[in-house]
């Protein structure tokens, strides 16, 4: 296998554990180089342990300053030589040189669509707006929280009976589909991010952003 992947994390690593099976399936072009966790308690570790993945825990309380941490944390990502770095459910605000040391090829999930609701709280949120649908989006990671450049996104139906809780858990069953896929067309070379535009075999996606809808 060609190509390295490190993936950061916090909690239970079910997004991980997706694109674990998309690699053992064949599915991703690559390895799983390292998982990389700010917390020894996430359950995601095991996951990562499980599957034969080399793990590494560092501490952001250990840290006097976020600049610190960050830097520490480069110098962890950057010895696995990573083709790309990929946040799943790593809940720390990245430093703007943690950033730039990784542009083009750092990316999130988040769970809205954006534009909508960056930050916190997103299902609440759309249950409070109204929403007709809601779903989750991967994109690239940017100096603004939540507000790179999107390259896929998955919509479910609000329900009229649904909580944060309901909708969360059927946005998370489409977050296990597209993040996979998304880091597949990474590591396939087909999805680049030029000029702050993300473009899918050579085509933009600024107003044409793939979109699985269940």
């Known amino acids: 296998m060609s190509g390295s992947i490190v993936v950061l994390i916090s909690g239970s690593g079910s997004n991980l554990q997706a694109i674990i099976d998309a690699v053992k399936a064949g599915d991703i ?23 034969g993945i080399p793990t590494e825990i560092l501490d952001h309380k250990e840290f006097a300053s976020r600049d610190s941490f960050d830097l520490s944390l480069i ?7 990573p083709d790309l770095v990929v946040l ?5 605000i990245l430093t703007p040189a943690f950033v730039q040391r990784y542009a083009g090829r750092l990316i999130n999930i988040h769970p809205s669509l954006l534009p909508k609701y960056q930050g916190l709280h997103t299902h609440k949120r759309a249950i409070e707006a109204s929403d007709l649908r809601h779903g989750a989006s991967v994109h690239f990671v940017t100096e603004e929280l939540d507000g790179g450049p999107v390259f896929i996104q998955a919509s479910v139906p609000v329900e009229t009976d649904d909580t944060p809780d309901t909708l969360a858990a059927r946005v998370l069953v489409q977050e296990h589909k597209i993040y996979p896929i998304a880091v597949k067309w990474f590591m396939e070379g087909r999805i680049q991010l030029k000029d702050n535009t993300p473009y899918l075999d050579g085509v933009s996606l600024l107003d044409n952003i793939p979109l699985l809808e269940s």
Do not use: C, H, T, W
């Not at 110098?75 to 030589?81: A, G, N």
């Open 29 to 51: 072009p690559g390895q799983i180089s390292a998982v990389i966790s700010n917390k020894a308690e996430a359950k995601g570790l095991q996951r990562a342990s499980d599957a």
């Open 75 to 81: 110098r962890k990502i950057d010895s696995y030589e």
């Open 88 to 92: 799943a459910g790593f809940m720390r």
